[in-house]
């Protein structure tokens, strides 16, 4: 989309940027008109990225919670706002952490990855963040005297394990969005769609990524559309990152496994499943939010430092 076809506020957005020097981070699930209007369109490893090397004075982090938390780690002298305050997020929810603290009393020899869906105050108490992006990389790169704990996701925890042969004690949580999807509505889109490549994300149960041609996470979704031959995909994740996809890829389809209601029956055609976190940020929201410099992302001093600790492992493990 060009400049000149965004709407007016849109283009107060644009001017309200300027005026803060300000950068708009999306990740790849917000709606389309703020992906429209963001400087970066990402997973949470980029957006990670994005935040670390930022020059802009304001940080407007369109996604949920615990990202603009790691931005603010990252930037604990730079404004980071959040279009909407109650962004949050199921996994987050799932580990507190006076939770996670009392389960690594009981083994002093844990060394602690944490997906980084978690709270900056679970960032505090962990090793290393890992996003599904990087997590393979990353638990390989884990010290083999230590019994590593996979925190909070544990269907990623799992493929992670599938995938490096490494054993690790999985906290039990997970992504209330992508558990929605099950084997029988993958097979029911491949049975539609048989000359369709099968997508998952590794947030998904097992018996659905059994069923993939790649599992992946988003960024890694929209590389390997970019790059194979099929020209139709079926994306099993949350729905916003279809819009990239088809900016990126304008020649191919892109479709969504079905989600089913409680009668075992398709609700609306193809459509994916939804994170009502992430759709809780509007554009009216990037605006005000901008306007007001609220809702601000605010951390204590000593959560900031000792959760930077585990980002910058992460970073720095990655780039390697």
């Not at 499943?273 to 204590?300: G, H, Q, Y």
């Amino acid at each position: 989309m060009t400049k000149e076809k965004f709407t007016p506020l849109a283009h107060e957005i644009f001017t309200l940027k300027q005026q803060l020097n300000a950068v708009i981070l999306a990740h790849n699930y917000q709606v389309p008109e703020i992906q429209d209007v963001a400087d970066f369109v990402g997973d949470s490893l980029g957006l990670a990225q994005q935040a670390a090397k930022t020059n802009a004075d304001v940080i407007v982090f369109c996604g949920v919670h615990f990202m603009a938390e790691t931005a603010k780690i990252l930037n604990p002298n730079k404004i980071v706002v959040l279009p909407d305050k109650d962004a949050g997020c199921s996994l987050e929810e799932s580990c507190p952490a006076p939770a996670l603290a009392k389960l690594q009393a009981t083994n002093p020899n844990f060394w602690t990855i944490a997906y980084i869906n978690c709270s900056a105050a679970v960032k505090a108490l962990c090793d290393v963040i890992v996003t599904s992006g990087n997590a393979e990389k990353i638990v390989n790169a884990a010290p083999k005297d230590r019994d590593l704990l996979f925190v909070p996701d544990e269907n990623l925890g799992q493929w992670v394990m599938e995938q490096t042969g490494r054993p690790m004690t999985l906290w039990k949580g997970n992504c209330y969005a992508h558990v929605e999807f099950q084997r029988e509505q993958v097979l029911a889109a491949k049975r539609q769609f048989p000359d369709a490549k099968i997508i998952v994300h590794p947030e998904s149960l097992r018996e659905v990524r059994e069923l993939a041609d790649a599992v992946c996470s988003t960024e890694k979704m929209i590389t390997y559309c970019k790059t194979n031959s099929a020209k139709r995909f079926v994306i099993v994740t949350e729905s916003g990152i279809i819009h990239r996809m088809q900016k990126e890829c304008p020649d191919k389809e892109f479709l969504c496994a079905p989600v089913f209601n409680a009668m075992k029956l398709p609700t609306d055609g193809c459509r994916c499943s939804e994170c009502k976190f992430m759709k809780m940020n509007t554009l009216e929201k990037v605006r005000d939010c901008m306007k007001n410099l609220a809702p601000r992302v605010e951390l204590p001093p000593e959560i900031i430092q000792r959760a930077r600790l585990p980002i910058e492992r992460m970073l720095e493990i990655s780039a390697r």
